[in-house]
């Protein structure tokens, strides 16, 4: 039997080494054949990708005349292999993560193949020290929360899984469509999808036992507090007005929010308790960050 063609999509924005070495990773570690890379440089300037060109031949490169962000970057890749490649497997991937394991991907497509009805397929993602960063989550109130088990063994449903590897069926694109672009430049995008293809009957699961290294946040973490802070708060209250209810919805933008412009997290795993929060560096100007993400709507940035 044939094995299913699977798409790999990676928007880099400014991390070359970083992406040399997840290329490199997936020649190395990967035991499953039927692939096909897709580099989608959205750097603005071309020079990744035609330094990518030349040091992995086999791997399709898109140049992106400008800067676009994460959504629009992975779908004009989303778009370019169903029309070249046509798969049945689109794996967004991150610059920035490293494969372990060779059998990674044959055990993703051998889960993706036993139900029909998964649509939307994610793994155990982890630090470069072991920790546990991310394996799904759920949709609690007004809460995105992260499943904390790092323990578990046996694939299970969540509600949302994270987009630094996020694997959707061609038949999931075909009914629910691309990611949604107004959360571009980057920040929700994947838990959005996620609940979009829920919403239409399509089961999102976790595949615990397969790992992956992610090195989180390079590509994000090398932009100004500000801007990220103005993305979150914009991209939040837009999630938000999108998919949760009345109550929740007033309590996570007014309420929530607000906290988060004065507050953060010690740890990115920890739950959200105030013993386990410290203060951000000036708050109040954080606070009128959140309120003109308020009043400027659905902008892009």
């Known amino acids: 039997m044939k094995k299913p063609k699977v798409a790999i999509i990676i928007s880099t924005y400014n991390q070359e080494k970083l992406l040399e070495k ?31 060109k030349r040091k992995f031949r086999k791997v399709e490169v898109v140049i992106n005349k400008k800067n676009i962000g994460f959504s629009k970057s992975n779908n004009i890749g989303i778009k370019r292999a169903a029309k070249e490649y046509n798969p049945d497997y689109f794996l967004l991937l991150n610059d920035d993560t490293e494969m372990i394991e060779k059998n990674w991907l044959k055990n993703m497509v051998e889960v993706g193949e036993k139900d029909k009805k998964i649509g939307v397929l994610g793994c155990q993602i982890i630090y470069s020290n072991g920790e546990l960063q991310n394996i799904g989550g759920y949709i609690r109130e007004w809460k995105i929360d992260l499943e904390l088990d790092k323990n578990k063994k046996e694939v299970f449903e969540v509600d ?41 009957g399509w089961k999102i699961v976790s595949v615990p036992y397969v790992k992956i290294i992610h090195k989180k946040g390079k590509s994000i973490d090398s932009l100004e507090d500000r801007k990220r802070l103005e993305v979150r708060f914009r991209n939040d209250i837009i999630f938000s007005q999108k998919h949760l209810k009345e109550y929740n919805k007033f309590f996570r933008i007014f309420i929530y929010l607000p906290l988060v412009a004065m507050f953060r997290k010690k740890k990115d795993t920890d739950n959200l308790r105030f013993n386990r929060m410290c203060l951000r560096e000036r708050p109040l100007r954080n606070l009128k960050l959140w309120f003109k993400a308020i009043f400027k709507g659905n902008k892009t940035y």
């Open 22 to 52: 997840c290329l490199a990773s997936i020649k190395n570690k990967t035991d499953y054949k039927n692939y096909k890379i897709y580099v989608v440089d959205d750097s603005g300037k071309g020079e990744i990708g035609k330094k990518i």
């Open 160 to 200: 949302h899984v994270m987009g630094a590897f996020i694997i959707i069926k061609k038949d999931t694109i075909k009914e629910v469509g691309v990611l949604d672009e107004i959360y571009s430049p980057y920040l929700l995008e994947d838990t959005d999808y996620c609940l979009r293809a829920k919403k239409r």
